[in-house]
């Protein structure tokens, strides 16, 4: 633990390919790693929380206006978990279109799963949460390739390498 | 049964938290 916390330096410099907020936060290309990740998620989560709640609370009633700004920051929050989870499939040298599979299918098979019988329900349930489980370990658990890749260099050693 | 499943909840909740923290921790010290 003798090092500093790496995971909030994240200063603009093109030379070192070290990651500025906004691309951390908006940008489908690169890597991340995990603490960056679980940081910046967590983060613009509460934040994003807070904001809808101050408009569902400040307003009497729903004022478009404000219906309007909890629906940009509700689509805001989604870019950002996809820019994010991307970045870190990324890091596990893995194309952006896993996605597919670790946010989509799960939902797809709660959708057909009460429309088949209850055997075959539960199996899909099954299957859906073990997909959930892969996706969480793969996305926020897992280390990313050690060295570059060919998604770009190791975030955990670009600026720090001599 | 809502005994089971809060306390299966409680379970794989903490299990998760526990995950993401040696992941971070590790990101910290990549190479040790």
């Known amino acids: ?162 | 049964m809502a005994t089971a499943v809060i306390s299966f909840t409680l379970i794989a909740s903490l299990l998760a938290l526990a995950f993401v923290i040696l992941a971070i921790k590790e990101d910290d010290e990549p190479d040790s």
């Open chain 1, 1 to 162: 633990m003798g090092k500093p916390l790496r995971w909030g330096a994240a200063p603009t410099n093109p030379k070192t390919m070290v990651m500025n907020y906004s691309t951390m936060l908006f940008s489908f290309t690169g890597r991340l790693n995990r603490a960056r990740y679980w940081l910046a998620g967590i983060t613009t989560a509460i934040v994003g929380m807070l904001i809808v709640l101050g408009i569902a609370l400040g307003a009497g009633r729903a004022h478009p206006a404000e219906v309007a700004l909890a629906l940009a920051v509700f689509l805001a929050l989604i870019w950002i978990n996809l820019a994010l989870a991307i970045k870190r499939l990324h890091d596990r040298e893995k194309s952006a279109w896993w996605l597919l599979l670790f946010y989509v299918a799960p939902s797809i098979l709660e959708v057909i799963g009460p429309r088949v019988g209850s055997n075959v329900n539960v199996l899909l349930s099954l299957v859906g949460a073990g997909i959930s489980i892969w996706a969480f370990l793969e996305i926020g658990c897992l280390r990313g390739t050690v060295g570059p890749n060919s998604y770009g260099p190791d975030p955990l050693h670009v600026g720090t390498a001599a």
